[in-house]
């Protein structure tokens, strides 16, 4: 058996091993940008965002069933199943590629979707609504106050009915003598939310991103070894990875 045989076996034998890995690592990222699209899904008005984690996670199942199907394939020599390893692959890939271009456009779109949507939930805070949790939620997570900044809090209901103070959300962590008044600026946090919401949501998803381009570019290596088995397969009636 010639070494581009050896080493196109070798190569898919890999690649089946990669498929159990990939489908634990991309499971864990898919899950990884839904649950913090979750945490703040009351400011991301627009829920096709997380598209591209949905197709992580459904591509991450389908890896763990085809890196059986790949193995099994290469080491008993069939033709069928490797021609079935490589439409799925191709499948797979196809669907990265979807992903990634999905990715492409909502992470653009992210900046856009917030800021509206923030700015409503805000003047909708009253201290106990699930707008007030999200506000709170998001406040001390990110230690942050307000929409741009701590001053958008004044153009709330909520400011003029509590004495004109920003809510304890608002305040440095660990600091108990913050009443949320605005003479104790040192004692608050100053920064807008919004483009820290924006700035954690590119970087997940920028993330994501990189994860689908990395498997994609090696589900492309794996169809370029199956088709150099199947070529040299012809002239060579398939030489048995463990043959003499």
């Known amino acids: ?3 581009g045989m050896i080493t196109s ?4 034998l890999l690649l089946s091993l990669i498929f159990w890995g990939a489908g634990v690592a991309l499971a864990y990222v898919g899950s990884y940008v839904i649950k ?3 945490s703040f899904e009351d400011f991301v008005s627009n829920k096709y965002s997380i598209i591209p984690a949905a197709i992580i996670i459904g591509v991450a199942v389908v890896m ?3 890196g059986t199907v790949g193995c099994c394939a290469t080491l008993r020599e069939s033709k069928v199943g490797l021609g079935f390893f490589l439409i799925i692959i191709m499948i ?3 669907a990265e590629v979807t992903a990634f ?3 492409f456009i909502y992470r653009g779109r992210i900046k856009g979707d917030l800021e509206k949507s923030m700015k409503d939930v805000f003047q909708k805070y009253d201290g106990l609504n699930t707008e007030t949790h999200a506000v709170d939620y998001l406040q001390s997570q990110l230690e942050c106050c307000g929409v741009n900044n701590f001053t958008d809090w004044t153009a709330t209901p909520w400011f003029g009915q509590h004495n004109n103070s920003v809510p304890h959300s608002c305040c440095k962590a660990n600091n108990t003598q913050c009443t949320g008044q ?3 600026l040192d004692l608050l946090n100053t920064q807008g939310c919004e483009a820290k919401l924006e700035q954690l949501l590119q970087d997940v998803l920028s993330y994501a991103m990189l994860v689908i381009l990395g498997f994609a570019i090696i589900k492309f290596f794996g169809m370029l070894s199956i088709c150099v ?3 040299r397969s012809k002239k060579n009636d398939y030489q048995p990875l463990y043959a003499s």
Request: charged share 10%; net charge neutral; proline share 0%.
């Open 182 to 184: 605005l003479t104790q």
């Open 101 to 103: 271009v999905f990715g």
């Open 1 to 3: 058996m010639d070494c």
């Open 36 to 38: 913090s699209y979750n």
């Open 92 to 94: 797979i890939f196809a």
């Open 9 to 12: 076996k070798s190569v898919l």
């Open 229 to 231: 088995i199947t070529c």
């Open 64 to 66: 763990f069933v085809i």
